[in-house]
């Protein structure tokens, strides 16, 4: 699959769920679900394939990728 035009949104499954998407890149991603964009806590895997947090920036997203978001998250 390549990646979309820069105008059309991308249908992505994120965290099981058919969402159309903006974002081009890992990165954009977060801006768009408005998770932190420093990624502090958060690890993004793709296609059952963790992308490293060095690589968000440059990740492009593709048409039907599967996409889960991990947030780590304190408590006792």
């Given amino acids: 699959?390549?990646?979309q035009?820069?105008?059309?949104p991308?249908?992505?499954i994120i965290g099981g769920e058919e969402k159309e998407i903006k974002a081009r890149t890992a990165?954009?991603?977060?801006a768009e679900l408005r998770l932190p964009e420093d990624g502090r806590g958060i690890?993004?895997?793709?296609?059952?394939s963790v992308v490293?947090?060095?690589?968000w920036r440059e990740h492009a997203l593709?048409?039907?990728?599967?996409?889960e978001i991990v947030r780590a998250?304190?408590?006792?």
Avoid: C, F, V, Y
């Fill in 52 to 55: 490293p947090k060095s690589r």
């Fill in 5 to 8: 035009s820069p105008h059309s």
């Fill in 10 to 12: 991308t249908r992505l």
């Fill in 27 to 30: 990165n954009d991603l977060l």
């Fill in 73 to 76: 998250t304190q408590g006792g």
């Fill in 43 to 48: 690890a993004i895997a793709i296609n059952d």
């Fill in 62 to 67: 593709m048409e039907g990728d599967r996409i």
């Fill in 1 to 3: 699959m390549s990646p």
